[in-house]
Nanobody, 122 residues
Framework: VQLQASGGGLVQAGGSLRLSCAAS??????MGWFRQAPGKRREFVAA????????YYADLAKGRFTISRDNAKNTMYLQMNSLKPEDTAVYYC??????????????????WGQGTLVTVSS
C-alpha cells in the first residue's frame, strides 16, 4: 500500500487549502490525517471510517476542517478553512485496512504517506 499526500503550500491566515491523499494497493477502511509542527509531537486531526459517513475530528479541527473521501478514486481529502498560523505543520495521511475504535491514535495505522507541508503566514 502506498499513500501519496499532496496539496500543501503557503497560505495567509484566514485562507483555505485542500489536502489530498491518494491510496494505492488495496481498499482501506480507516483513513486519517495527522500533523506535526516543528518541535511538537504528531497529533490527530481527523479520520474517516468506511464509506466516509463516519468522521471524527480533533477539537483543533472542528468547525474549520472537513474530511472526505472518494472511494471510487481511493482518495481522501482534508478541506481546511479559516487557517491560523498555529496550523503550520507537516500533514500526514494514514490508513489501515480494517476498522478501529481509537482512530485518533497514530499507533493503529499501518500505512503512512510522506507528508505535505502547510505554512500559514500571519
Amino acid at each position: 500500500v502506498q499513500l501519496q499526500a499532496s496539496g500543501g503550500g503557503l497560505v495567509q491566515a484566514g485562507g483555505s487549502l485542500r489536502l489530498s491523499c491518494a491510496a494505492s494497493g488495496r481498499t482501506l477502511t480507516t483513513m486519517g490525517w495527522f500533523r506535526q509542527a516543528p518541535g511538537k509531537r504528531r497529533e490527530f486531526v481527523a479520520a474517516s471510517v468506511g464509506s466516509g459517513d463516519s468522521t471524527y475530528y480533533a477539537d483543533l479541527a472542528k468547525g474549520r476542517f472537513t474530511i472526505s473521501r472518494d472511494n471510487a478514486k481511493n482518495t481522501m481529502y482534508l478541506q481546511m478553512n479559516s487557517l491560523k498560523p498555529e496550523d503550520t505543520a507537516v500533514y500526514y495521511c494514514a490508513a489501515r485496512a480494517g476498522a478501529a475504535v481509537s482512530m485518533w491514535s497514530a499507533s493503529i495505522y499501518n500505512y503512512w504517506g510522506q507528508g505535505t507541508l502547510v505554512t500559514v503566514s500571519s
